[in-house]
């Protein structure tokens, strides 16, 4: 009986890690998407990596556009004003993604 009961937990857990883990690589965009429409998300996205890839390399660039687009559009959550600010800004508001 408690073999049956270790099981069924073990299989539980696996299951449980399988589902965050999956989840946790399809969030990215996510945040974004609840203020950004898609083709505002691939355009923000598009040109952080441009010009970031310059100073961090095409696949860093690529993880931290990933982090910045969901950072930047919570605080600017209607696309027009990230249009409006500064990189300085921006790039500030996204210090914390790496």
């Known amino acids: 009986m408690k073999r049956k009961i270790l099981l069924i937990s073990s ?23 609840r203020y950004w429409t898609n083709r505002q998300i691939k355009d923000f996205v598009s040109k952080c990596e441009g010009k970031s890839a310059i100073i961090i390399g ?8 990933d982090c910045a ?3 930047v559009a919570e605080k600017y959550r209607n696309y027009n004003d990230v249009q409006k600010a ?3 800004d921006v790039l500030q508001i996204a210090q914390d993604c790496k």
Do not use: H, M, P
């Open 11 to 33: 299989i539980a857990l696996i299951l449980f890690a399988g589902l965050v883990l999956s989840q946790s690589c399809k969030t990215i965009g996510r945040s974004a998407a």
């Open 58 to 65: 095409q696949e860093n660039a690529k993880k931290y556009c």
């Open 69 to 71: 687009v969901d950072v």
């Open 86 to 88: 500064s990189l300085s």
